[in-house]
């Protein structure tokens, strides 16, 4: 659609403008690249790059509008306009929103913010829509996908144009609930501005991304924004949330918020939606569940206490969008896993199973998992992320160490950092929680319980590990998940965990067979 000028100015507070006052707007980008003529182009500055050092680039490329912090030039191109702002991350997303003719208010839109649980509650919901005849868009960490579309998510939570051009092109395509992972980096940098929420689900928060809030309260107040300001400044009717008050910062903020109605879930006796018979086993889960005015009995092949969270936080939002009961027990159930959460990988020799796990609380959620159906070895192969928060290295180690009988400790993705120095500050980790090194050189031909080893090379370390497994043994690859690459010096590297666990797993025994590799073909469309 079209829009003047004046109509965006009267969303911008005390704007300065100088040009032409008539120009035409019909697209929105924060990325000098992907304008058009008559687009507006908004210089944001980022962490790495200021969109502000790209608006001659914009200018070239047709742009009509340029929103920006600075001031025009002195020679001013006449048939464009330009606006400053005090702040052109705070105004972009109501910009792109406006231009697009305000998408999220032609549907439902749940946003999902947390530590962990995130994506596998998006791919709960989205089942559950499907299996009641609705048409489901998700915006998250592994694809941001829609009825027959699907492209590879670089960031969980995309930039604030990027998210509103997705929602109309979902909204054209006839999607009536969208499902978006909220990160906390999103919320900080404003990216959901413009957005109309109907429920936001907080899971839980837990030592990760320190390095980008500092601390944990900075972290809690990033996720605060979308309860207490995104969510009561929709204009939907019956906005609520659905928070988990089994994590103290879930109770917390279930304190705190009083603008909007709360769904309040977890196993403690005050949650309004809280399980009253438990069974969880290597099958999955067999549960009933208690809410406000029903019980469900629910039954699902995902693995391990932490999904019975998830399934309690779908079932919370699936309450406020009134679908009905056997389409939420239908969908829960036709779930059978989640790409990189706890992922099976075949093998003859034990079990192996691919976890996204890169945060101290997630590994030991996914270590007690296992643990409970494992009746050899827990043998676990991990690493941690370069150029990421520093702090949880050690404790990455600790959780590896205490839930692990084995660990192997290797690299993920160590970026521009030295993958030895990552290596060296999980040991830490691993080496105060009592474990002792294994010999390696030369190979000590059984592994000790009680033992870690340190192959340097992340193939390797996976080869390593399954060459040492028994029939009841288990191995968690943790850290990478879905993730099919690994990136070195700035360069990503085709590598997938789940791909090169079966390679190996095939090499030591090639009567394995009929195998279909988790790997999906993303195709690329423009966003």
Request: proline share 5%.
């Amino acid at each position: 659609m079209s829009v003047f000028l004046p109509d965006i100015l009267n969303l911008l507070q005390a704007p300065k403008t100088w040009g032409n006052m008539e120009v035409v707007v019909e697209g929105v980008s924060h990325d000098s690249r992907r304008v058009a003529p008559n687009f507006a182009f908004v210089a944001i500055r980022g962490e790495k790059v200021d969109g502000h050092d790209f608006v001659f680039k914009a200018i070239q490329n047709g742009v009509s509008l340029i929103v920006a912090e600075n001031d025009p030039p002195e020679q001013l191109d006449t048939r464009i306009a330009w606006v400053k702002v005090q702040n052109t991350r705070k105004v972009l997303g109501p910009i792109a929103s406006f231009v697009y003719g305000r998408p999220s208010d032609s549907m439902a839109l749940v946003g999902i913010t947390g530590t962990n649980g995130k994506t596998t509650t998006t791919f709960l919901l989205e089942a559950i829509l499907k299996a009641a005849n609705l048409v489901p868009g998700v915006i998250g960490t592994i694809s941001h996908r829609w009825s027959g579309v699907e492209i590879a998510a670089s960031n969980t939570t995309p930039e604030a144009s990027d998210i509103q051009k997705m929602l109309a092109d979902m909204r054209e395509a006839g999607v009536t609930h969208v499902i978006m992972e909220v990160s906390s980096h999103g919320l900080f940098m404003r990216r959901l501005d413009g957005c109309n929420f109907d429920v936001g689900i907080f899971s839980n928060l837990t030592h990760d991304h320190l390095d980008f809030h500092g601390d944990m309260e900075t972290y809690f107040s990033a996720k605060k924004v979308l309860f207490q300001e995104l969510l009561p400044n929709s204009t939907k009717n019956g906005v609520c949330a659905a928070i988990n008050v089994d994590d103290p910062y879930g109770l917390r903020l279930a304190q705190e918020i009083t603008s909007i109605p709360i769904f309040k879930y977890g196993v403690t006796d005050s949650a309004d939606i809280l399980p009253v018979r438990t069974d969880i086993s290597q099958l999955g889960l067999n549960v009933t569940i208690k809410t406000p005015h029903d019980s469900f009995e629910i039954q699902s092949e995902l693995v391990g206490a932490f999904n019975l969270s998830n399934i309690m936080a779908a079932l919370s939002a699936s309450l406020k969008l009134r679908i009905p009961k056997q389409a939420i027990l239908a969908g829960i159930k036709s779930v059978k896993t989640v790409p990189g959460r706890l992922e099976r990988v075949k093998s003859t020799y034990g079990s192996i199973f691919v976890d996204y796990a890169h945060t101290p609380n997630a590994l030991k959620n996914v270590l007690q998992a296992l643990r409970e159906i494992c009746e050899g070895s827990l043998i676990t192969v991990m690493g941690c992320g370069g150029d990421r928060d520093k702090m949880k290295r050690p404790l990455m180690g600790m959780e590896a160490a205490r839930g692990s009988d084995f660990v192997v400790i290797t690299s993920d993705n160590p970026r521009s950092e030295d993958p030895k120095d990552i290596i060296h500050q999980i040991e830490e980790g691993v080496r105060d929680s009592g474990l002792r090194k294994f010999s390696n050189n030369p190979p000590e031909t059984i592994i000790k319980r009680g033992s870690y080893v340190v192959i340097h090379d992340r193939r390797e370390a996976i080869k390593w590990a399954i060459s040492k497994l028994g029939l009841r043994d288990i191995l968690l690859i943790a850290g990478k998940g879905h993730e099919t690459y690994q990136e070195i010096q700035g360069i990503r590297y085709p590598f997938d965990d789940r791909v090169i666990a079966l390679e190996e797993s095939v090499k030591l025994n090639p009567r394995i067979n009929c195998i279909q590799t988790p790997e999906r073909t993303l195709r690329k469309v423009k966003a």
